[in-house]
Protein backbone atom coordinates (compact mmCIF):
# COMPACT_ATOMS: atom_id res chain seq x y z
CA UNK A 1 0.00 0.00 0.00
CA UNK A 2 1.39 3.48 -1.05
CA UNK A 3 1.68 5.64 2.01
CA UNK A 4 3.86 8.22 3.93
CA UNK A 5 3.76 6.73 7.70
CA UNK A 6 4.91 9.01 10.82
CA UNK A 7 6.03 8.44 14.64
CA UNK A 8 5.42 8.53 16.43
CA UNK A 9 1.97 9.81 16.48
CA UNK A 10 1.45 11.47 19.58
CA UNK A 11 4.52 12.62 22.12
CA UNK A 12 4.28 14.90 24.83
CA UNK A 13 7.93 15.39 26.15
CA UNK A 14 9.46 18.95 28.07
CA UNK A 15 11.60 21.83 27.18
CA UNK A 16 15.47 21.28 25.93
CA UNK A 17 14.53 17.49 25.30
CA UNK A 18 16.27 16.73 21.77
CA UNK A 19 13.35 14.46 19.65
CA UNK A 20 13.06 13.19 16.12
CA UNK A 21 10.22 12.48 14.18
CA UNK A 22 10.75 10.51 11.69
CA UNK A 23 9.00 10.26 7.94
CA UNK A 24 8.76 7.54 5.55
CA UNK A 25 6.82 6.91 2.08
CA UNK A 26 7.19 4.32 -0.09
CA UNK A 27 6.46 6.05 -3.03
CA UNK A 28 9.66 6.76 -4.89
CA UNK A 29 8.62 10.31 -4.49
CA UNK A 30 11.45 12.47 -5.24
CA UNK A 31 9.65 15.96 -2.87
CA UNK A 32 9.24 15.28 0.40
CA UNK A 33 8.19 18.06 3.33
CA UNK A 34 7.23 18.89 6.57
CA UNK A 35 3.77 21.10 7.90
CA UNK A 36 2.92 22.18 11.10
CA UNK A 37 -0.80 22.90 11.58
CA UNK A 38 -2.04 25.53 14.08
CA UNK A 39 -5.70 26.63 14.98
CA UNK A 40 -6.40 30.09 12.99
CA UNK A 41 -2.51 30.01 11.16
CA UNK A 42 -3.11 26.94 9.05
CA UNK A 43 -0.70 24.72 7.51
CA UNK A 44 2.53 26.15 7.34
CA UNK A 45 5.49 25.02 5.52
CA UNK A 46 8.80 23.87 7.98
CA UNK A 47 11.37 22.09 5.75
CA UNK A 48 11.15 20.52 2.16
CA UNK A 49 13.65 18.29 -0.31
CA UNK A 50 13.54 18.22 -3.75
CA UNK A 51 15.64 14.75 -3.57
CA UNK A 52 18.49 13.43 -1.56
CA UNK A 53 20.83 15.91 0.25
CA UNK A 54 18.75 18.69 -1.55
CA UNK A 55 16.36 20.31 1.34
CA UNK A 56 15.32 24.01 1.94
CA UNK A 57 13.61 26.34 4.33
CA UNK A 58 10.04 26.85 4.46
CA UNK A 59 8.20 29.72 5.58
CA UNK A 60 8.64 28.87 9.54
CA UNK A 61 12.11 26.72 9.90
CA UNK A 62 13.16 28.49 12.81
CA UNK A 63 14.03 25.61 15.68
CA UNK A 64 13.80 22.82 13.60
CA UNK A 65 16.08 20.70 11.25
CA UNK A 66 15.85 17.89 9.09
CA UNK A 67 18.15 15.73 6.45
CA UNK A 68 17.32 13.55 3.87
CA UNK A 69 19.88 11.16 3.72
CA UNK A 70 17.66 8.59 1.65
CA UNK A 71 15.16 9.11 -0.61
CA UNK A 72 12.25 7.59 1.34
CA UNK A 73 12.99 8.98 4.58
CA UNK A 74 12.86 12.50 5.91
CA UNK A 75 13.15 12.87 9.49
CA UNK A 76 12.27 16.18 11.32
CA UNK A 77 15.02 17.05 14.39
CA UNK A 78 13.68 19.56 17.38
CA UNK A 79 17.13 19.98 18.66
CA UNK A 80 16.10 22.15 21.90
CA UNK A 81 12.01 22.23 22.02
CA UNK A 82 10.14 24.84 23.58
CA UNK A 83 6.48 25.37 24.00
CA UNK A 84 5.55 27.29 20.96
CA UNK A 85 6.62 24.18 18.81
CA UNK A 86 3.31 22.65 20.39
CA UNK A 87 1.45 21.32 17.19
CA UNK A 88 0.14 19.38 14.99
CA UNK A 89 3.31 18.04 12.51
CA UNK A 90 2.33 16.32 8.72
CA UNK A 91 4.87 15.35 6.60
CA UNK A 92 4.32 14.62 2.76
CA UNK A 93 5.28 13.47 -0.21
CA UNK A 94 4.90 14.20 -3.84
CA UNK A 95 6.74 13.48 -7.53
CA UNK A 96 8.31 16.22 -9.02
CA UNK A 97 7.72 16.82 -12.77
CA UNK A 98 9.96 18.35 -15.12
CA UNK A 99 12.91 20.83 -14.14
CA UNK A 100 11.98 20.29 -10.56
CA UNK A 101 8.52 21.48 -10.30
CA UNK A 102 6.05 19.53 -7.93
CA UNK A 103 3.07 19.82 -9.75
CA UNK A 104 1.30 16.69 -8.72
CA UNK A 105 -0.61 16.00 -5.15
CA UNK A 106 1.38 15.94 -2.31
CA UNK A 107 0.57 12.77 -0.20
CA UNK A 108 0.07 13.49 3.46
CA UNK A 109 0.64 11.47 6.44
CA UNK A 110 -0.83 10.91 9.29
CA UNK A 111 -0.30 13.49 11.78
CA UNK A 112 2.02 13.46 15.06
CA UNK A 113 0.77 15.68 17.84
CA UNK A 114 3.57 17.05 20.09
CA UNK A 115 3.13 18.87 23.35
CA UNK A 116 6.55 20.48 24.91
CA UNK A 117 5.60 21.35 28.20
CA UNK B 1 -1.32 40.84 2.39
CA UNK B 2 -0.89 37.05 2.87
CA UNK B 3 -0.25 34.68 0.25
CA UNK B 4 -3.16 32.89 0.20
CA UNK B 5 -6.53 33.74 1.88
CA UNK B 6 -9.60 32.12 2.53
CA UNK B 7 -12.50 32.59 4.73
CA UNK B 8 -12.30 30.78 8.10
CA UNK B 9 -15.97 29.97 8.07
CA UNK B 10 -18.01 28.52 9.48
CA UNK B 11 -20.05 27.90 5.84
CA UNK B 12 -23.06 26.41 6.71
CA UNK B 13 -25.46 24.89 3.85
CA UNK B 14 -28.42 22.68 3.57
CA UNK B 15 -27.80 19.55 2.48
CA UNK B 16 -28.70 19.49 -1.41
CA UNK B 17 -27.53 23.06 -1.70
CA UNK B 18 -24.29 24.12 -3.56
CA UNK B 19 -21.54 24.66 -1.33
CA UNK B 20 -19.38 27.49 -2.70
CA UNK B 21 -15.94 28.47 -1.35
CA UNK B 22 -13.46 31.03 -2.64
CA UNK B 23 -9.80 31.32 -2.26
CA UNK B 24 -7.61 34.61 -3.49
CA UNK B 25 -3.82 34.66 -3.78
CA UNK B 26 -0.91 37.23 -4.15
CA UNK B 27 1.51 35.66 -6.31
CA UNK B 28 0.86 36.43 -10.02
CA UNK B 29 3.21 34.30 -11.41
CA UNK B 30 1.24 31.16 -10.06
CA UNK B 31 0.40 28.65 -12.28
CA UNK B 32 -1.44 25.69 -10.37
CA UNK B 33 -3.93 25.39 -7.30
CA UNK B 34 -4.92 22.56 -5.56
CA UNK B 35 -7.59 22.19 -3.21
CA UNK B 36 -7.46 19.81 -0.38
CA UNK B 37 -10.40 18.57 1.74
CA UNK B 38 -9.63 17.61 5.87
CA UNK B 39 -11.68 15.75 8.17
CA UNK B 40 -11.36 16.64 11.68
CA UNK B 41 -8.33 14.29 13.03
CA UNK B 42 -7.15 13.38 10.03
CA UNK B 43 -4.91 14.52 6.92
CA UNK B 44 -5.64 16.60 4.12
CA UNK B 45 -6.41 14.60 1.08
CA UNK B 46 -6.41 16.54 -3.07
CA UNK B 47 -9.84 16.73 -4.04
CA UNK B 48 -9.37 18.91 -6.96
CA UNK B 49 -5.86 20.72 -9.09
CA UNK B 50 -6.43 23.48 -11.78
CA UNK B 51 -4.06 25.19 -14.08
CA UNK B 52 -5.70 26.75 -17.01
CA UNK B 53 -8.59 29.80 -16.45
CA UNK B 54 -11.68 28.50 -16.42
CA UNK B 55 -13.59 25.62 -15.04
CA UNK B 56 -12.89 21.65 -14.06
CA UNK B 57 -15.24 19.48 -13.34
CA UNK B 58 -15.12 16.25 -11.09
CA UNK B 59 -17.94 14.91 -9.91
CA UNK B 60 -19.91 17.42 -7.74
CA UNK B 61 -16.77 19.29 -7.57
CA UNK B 62 -15.78 22.50 -10.02
CA UNK B 63 -12.59 24.26 -9.39
CA UNK B 64 -12.75 27.77 -11.19
CA UNK B 65 -9.58 29.98 -11.77
CA UNK B 66 -9.61 33.90 -12.69
CA UNK B 67 -5.56 34.61 -12.73
CA UNK B 68 -6.37 37.69 -14.10
CA UNK B 69 -8.90 38.28 -11.00
CA UNK B 70 -6.32 36.12 -8.76
CA UNK B 71 -8.79 33.81 -7.00
CA UNK B 72 -9.58 30.05 -7.29
CA UNK B 73 -13.00 28.75 -6.70
CA UNK B 74 -14.38 25.43 -5.07
CA UNK B 75 -17.79 24.37 -6.04
CA UNK B 76 -20.00 21.67 -4.64
CA UNK B 77 -22.92 20.47 -5.84
CA UNK B 78 -25.74 18.63 -3.58
CA UNK B 79 -23.74 19.17 -0.70
CA UNK B 80 -24.15 16.02 1.60
CA UNK B 81 -23.67 16.03 5.51
CA UNK B 82 -20.02 13.67 4.67
CA UNK B 83 -18.82 17.09 2.74
CA UNK B 84 -18.77 18.57 6.23
CA UNK B 85 -14.85 19.27 6.73
CA UNK B 86 -12.24 22.09 6.55
CA UNK B 87 -11.36 22.63 2.52
CA UNK B 88 -7.79 23.54 2.14
CA UNK B 89 -6.61 26.12 -1.25
CA UNK B 90 -2.68 25.35 -1.57
CA UNK B 91 -0.54 27.28 -3.89
CA UNK B 92 3.61 26.83 -5.24
CA UNK B 93 5.54 29.38 -5.37
CA UNK B 94 8.63 30.29 -4.74
CA UNK B 95 9.96 28.59 -7.78
CA UNK B 96 6.97 25.86 -7.71
CA UNK B 97 9.20 24.13 -4.65
CA UNK B 98 7.50 25.82 -1.64
CA UNK B 99 3.85 25.68 -0.71
CA UNK B 100 1.60 27.92 0.55
CA UNK B 101 -1.69 26.83 2.30
CA UNK B 102 -4.76 28.74 3.13
CA UNK B 103 -5.70 29.00 6.60
CA UNK B 104 -9.00 26.55 5.10
CA UNK B 105 -12.70 27.54 5.29
CA UNK B 106 -15.00 24.85 7.82
CA UNK B 107 -17.75 23.56 5.47
CA UNK B 108 -20.60 22.33 7.54
CA UNK B 109 -23.34 21.02 5.48
CA UNK B 110 -26.91 20.74 7.23
CA UNK B 111 -29.27 17.49 7.36
Known amino acids: EAQVTQNPRYLITVTGKKLTVTCSQNMNHEYMSWYRQDPGLGLRQIYY???????DKGDVPEGYKVSRKEKRNFPLILESPSPNQTSLYFC????????????????FGPGTRLTVT | QKEVEQNSGPLSVPEGAIASLNCTYS??????FFWYRQYSGKSPELIMF????GDKEDGRFTAQLNKASQYVSLLIRDSQPSDSATYLCAVPSGGYQKVTFGTGTKLQVIP
Open chain 2, 50 to 53: IYSN
Open chain 1, 49 to 55: SMNVEVT
Open chain 1, 92 to 107: ASSPTGLAGISSYEQY
Open chain 2, 27 to 32: DRGSQS
